[in-house]
């Protein structure tokens, strides 16, 4: 039988924290041991109770997502920590994960998604929301639609799909089959099976090759 997931829910507003609850309540496995209203409730009520996982909004007063993940990373490491927030600006993103966030998922998620989130942080694993995936993907693709032709031989698109375009941008900046998977909230298998077709459509012979090929296509700086 699966260890129980014993998991504290901190956000500012009690009228979201009781509907969260209340979903959680009905996932199988895992059990709500504390709420709080800002960060440093939950580190009050952490040190007082056996927990797994940290769902953390980003914006609460007192001690925020931010410094509230910090703070767990150094003094409560084995706790992992979700982020749950509206906002999905890569900058935060960014913060959040350097705080040692292991996952980014937004309140608009169902509560499917929000499953998976929590077993998949809860077991060390990363997990970001598809639309959180797509803002962090966005930063390693062209910033115009001119940058995707190869301007020294002919106008022609390059003959990558957008997905195939994103996985060579990643691999190009050595990114691991399962971090892309992560990011691009695929199946490693998948990721895969991409790269598989890219070098056979491109006709070269390694991730080597595949780095050439985005720099030279604007893929990557």
Do not use: W
């Amino acid at each position: 039988m699966a260890a129980l997931i014993k998991v504290i829910i901190a956000d500012d507003h009690r009228i979201f924290v009781d509907g969260l609850s209340e979903i959680i309540a009905r996932i199988s496995g895992v059990d709500i041991v504390a709420t709080a209203s800002n960060g440093e409730e939950v580190l009050q009520k952490i040190a007082k109770t056996t927990c797994d996982l940290a769902i953390l909004d980003i914006h609460m007063p007192v001690r925020d997502g931010l410094e509230t993940a910090k703070t767990l990373k150094k003094q409560f490491p084995r706790i992992k920590v979700l982020i749950l927030t509206m906002n999905n600006e890569l900058s935060l993103i960014k913060s959040m994960l350097e705080a040692g966030a292991l996952g980014y998922i937004l309140k608009t998620t169902g509560k499917e998604e929000l499953e998976r989130a929590i077993r998949r942080v809860a077991a060390g694993l990363t997990y970001f929301s598809e639309a959180v995936a797509s803002e962090l993907a966005r930063q390693y693709l062209p910033k115009s639609p001119e940058l995707v032709f190869d301007s020294a031989a002919t106008a022609e698109p390059m003959p990558l799909t957008e997905r195939e375009k994103e996985i060579v941008a990643l691999v190009a900046r050595e990114y691991s089959t399962p971090e892309i998977a992560n990011l691009l909230f695929i199946a490693p298998t998948t990721v895969d099976t991409h790269r598989r077709n890219i070098i056979q459509k491109l006709g070269v012979k390694s991730s080597v090759g595949l780095a050439k090929y985005a720099l030279k296509h604007g893929l990557i700086d």
